[in-house]
């Protein structure tokens, strides 16, 4: 589902939804939002994130990305409610089992991927933590403006790597079982967001190629870091995923 990025005067004059989103970097909540909108075929006005923009922060509450806004309603801005919003506003492919259980289980699947303390989270403060020590990462005016936006302490940080190691094991071990089972989603046998944010949040360890995404060659270089314990942990079944959820459900070059 094709997309156009306008200036936020222009976005808040238009009706429909509009989405403000990072630009030029493939951060991947801003990613899997774009995905989920494209898998749902609804229609979009994408505006790129300008932190300088008091006019921005006004319409949309904050200086972050990505934030949803439907019409006249209040801007979403957690990955969740976003996800809610593309669910309501095409049903069809629902992103979302209908079973109760299942539904929950997509939903704690998601938050260990998306959510604070989860995947993307933590990986942001692993890299955070490498760059304020120059270790790789971030580089340290980077590092330190994150550090203090998501909450970097050194224990915190410190912490990040195990946390990031646990998470990619335990999404490594769930699609092995899938896979024994005879599916290759997360859940199930039909596609879910779990499947969208898995594949997006793998650019954090490993960008897809230039040709499919061109970034910036320090950001590629912050992403590609990664240390014994992580590289280990970074079983080829969750990049094959990515590989194969991108091939068959997403749009490709990434247009940041």
Same mark, same amino acid.
């Given at each position: 589902?094709? *997309? ?39 229609? &979009?006005? $994408? ?11 006004? &319409? ?97 940080? $410190? ?25 290759? *989603? ?14 997006? *949040? ?55």
């Amino acid at each position: 589902m094709a *997309f156009d990025y306008v200036s936020v005067e222009e976005a808040i004059g238009r009706g429909g939804l509009r989405m403000v989103v990072v630009g030029g970097i493939p951060s991947p909540w801003g990613e899997a939002a774009k995905g989920i909108l494209h898998i749902k075929g609804i229609d &979009w006005t $994408a505006v790129r994130l300008a932190y300088d923009s008091e006019t921005l922060k006004q &319409w949309a509450g904050q200086r972050s990305g990505p934030v949803a806004i439907y019409e006249g309603e209040r801007p979403r801005d957690r990955w969740d409610d976003i996800l809610l919003l593309a669910e309501r506003l095409a049903p069809e492919p629902p992103l979302l089992p209908r079973d109760p259980a299942d539904r929950a289980l997509a939903f704690g699947l998601a938050h260990e991927i998306c959510g604070e303390g989860g995947l993307g989270w933590s990986r942001r403060l692993q890299l955070v933590h490498m760059g304020l020590a120059q270790a790789g990462g971030f580089p340290a005016p980077v590092a330190k403006y994150l550090g203090r936006k998501y909450g970097h302490r050194p224990e915190t940080g $410190a912490a990040a790597g195990g946390r990031v190691v646990e998470l990619l094991g335990m999404l490594a071990s769930r699609l092995k079982v899938q896979r024994d089972a005879g599916s290759p *989603f997360y859940l199930g046998n039909a596609l879910t967001a779990v499947d969208v944010y898995g594949a997006a *949040f793998m650019g954090m360890f490993v960008p897809l190629p230039e040709a499919q995404c061109a970034m910036d060659p320090v950001t590629r270089k912050v992403f590609e870091t990664r240390d014994a314990a992580t590289e280990a942990a970074l079983d080829s079944i969750l990049l094959e995923h990515r590989d194969r959820i991108y091939a068959d459900w997403l749009e490709l070059p990434l247009l940041l």
